[in-house]
C-alpha cells in the first residue's frame, strides 16, 4: 500500500504564493518521478509540474516562470513553490507518483499513485 498526501492549499490574493507539499509512503517502492497535476470546477485534470529521480524538471507553460517543483529523494517529498498566482491557477492540486519509466511523465497515465487533492483559491 502506497499513501500520498499532499498540503499548504488554501485561499490568496492574486500575486500571491503558496507551497505545497507532497509526501510518498508505504510500501518500498522506487520513485521514478512526482508529478502535479490540477483540476479547476467542469474541466480536465490537467499537468502542471513534474520532477525525475535524476533531477530533471518539466513545467506546463501556462505555469512557467511561476511556479517551481523540488524534491526530496531522501524524504519520498516533493514541493510546488507557487508564485505570482493568478485567479486561473484556481483548481485542486494533486500529487501523484510513478513508480515505472515511461517517456515524458506528463500523462495522468504515466502516474501510479495520487493523493487526494488540496484546494488552491485565488482571488482577484
Known amino acids: 500500500q502506497v499513501q500520498v498526501v499532499e498540503s499548504g492549499g488554501g485561499l490568496v490574493q492574486a500575486g500571491g504564493s503558496l507551497r505545497l507539499s507532497c509526501a510518498a509512503s508505504?510500501?518500498?517502492?522506487?520513485?521514478?518521478?512526482m508529478g502535479w497535476f490540477r483540476q479547476a470546477p467542469g474541466k480536465e485534470r490537467e499537468f502542471v509540474a513534474r520532477v525525475t529521480w535524476i533531477g530533471a524538471y518539466t513545467y506546463a507553460d501556462s505555469v512557467k516562470g511561476r511556479f517551481t517543483i523540488s524534491r526530496d529523494n531522501a524524504k519520498n517529498t516533493a514541493y510546488l513553490q507557487m508564485n505570482n498566482l493568478k485567479p486561473e491557477d484556481t483548481a485542486v492540486y494533486f500529487c501523484?507518483?510513478?513508480?515505472?519509466?515511461?517517456?515524458?511523465?506528463?500523462?495522468?497515465?504515466?502516474?501510479?499513485?495520487w493523493g487526494q487533492g488540496t484546494q488552491v483559491t485565488v482571488s482577484s
Open positions: 508505504g510500501r518500498t517502492f522506487t520513485t521514478y518521478a
Open positions: 501523484a507518483v510513478a513508480s515505472r519509466i515511461v517517456p515524458g511523465f506528463n500523462k495522468i497515465s504515466d502516474y501510479d499513485f
